[in-house]
């Protein structure tokens, strides 16, 4: 077990406290939250599946239009990693802390799916979910559900079975917009929030780093747990820098049985 220095656990009883007293409290998670359920961070540099490749000439939505069998093929790895993956403790506690009507929201940059399978609710998938696929030509949207296994099993590329045309699934491509609607609600909830709690997520890619700034100008307060700093510490009531599976059950427990 980790010893943690009487700072942090002070800065942890602190989040409790402002965390408690939120009437409406948002929660931003990035990829941070899913490394320790063994979901690769790929857009972090060196570390990532994006230092192996260019994303632009796989992961675009031009590359998926060009040639949607090598944008599967390099998906399969991750995919298959998403598939087998199990939330952690920190997915685990946000869920609880839900359950105890806490968090109205979970805005999050991960397509893992991993909130939902740890049972939370009003989860907003940002950058795309990988549960369902749109057809490329008719725009059918489909479960993904029956297409995963021969593809990860044979690397079998999904058709749609209205039309024949290559099903994408709904994860959003560099080149591609974020989805309109879940954008509209994630900054509407940014927008009537009193606390945003940034969890796991560098703040590095745009437009979601900005979210933050939009609950900051209505007043809001921060809390940010991140292995790393990002931009916006300076401006935070609090920085927990670690690993934020240890971190955000730790700040539930101090909420929910104190
Ligand atoms: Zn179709």
């Known amino acids: 077990m980790t010893v943690h220095s009487a700072q942090i656990l002070e ?9 408690r007293k939120s009437q409406h409290a948002v929660a931003l ?8 359920s063994g979901i690769p961070d790929f857009r972090s540099e060196g570390t990532g599946l994006w230092s192996r490749v260019d994303p632009m000439e796989v992961a675009s939505l031009n590359a998926f239009r060009y040639t949607p069998e090598g944008f599967y093929e390099w998906l399969r790895p991750l995919a298959t990693q998403i598939i087998d993956a199990e939330p952690n403790p920190a997915h685990q506690a946000f869920a609880r802390l839900q359950a105890a009507g806490y968090f109205e929201f979970i805005i999050t940059q991960n397509i893992d799916n991993l909130h939902q399978k740890a049972g939370s609710s009003h989860v ?8 369902t696929m749109s057809c490329t030509q008719c725009f059918e949207q489909t479960s993904s559900n029956c297409f995963i296994e021969p593809y990860i099993r044979d690397g079998q590329i999904p058709h749609c079975p209205q039309c024949g045309g290559i099903l994408k699934p709904d994860i959003i491509l560099y080149g591609e917009q974020l989805p309109l609607q879940t954008w509209y609600e994630a900054q509407n909830a940014c927008q009537n929030c009193d606390l945003i709690l940034v969890a796991g997520s560098s703040l590095e890619v745009l437009p979601v780093a900005g979210l933050p700034l939009q609950a900051l100008d209505r007043g809001a307060h921060l809390i940010i747990t991140n292995l790393s700093p990002t931009y916006l510490g300076a401006r935070a009531d609090i920085v927990l820098l670690g690993d934020v599976a240890e971190i955000i059950p730790l700040i539930a427990e101090r909420i929910l049985h104190d």
């Open 11 to 19: 800065s942890i009883q602190y989040a409790a406290e402002i965390i």
């Open 29 to 36: 998670t990035g990829a941070g939250i899913s490394t320790p």
């Open 124 to 131: 907003l998938e940002i950058h795309g979910t990988f549960r």
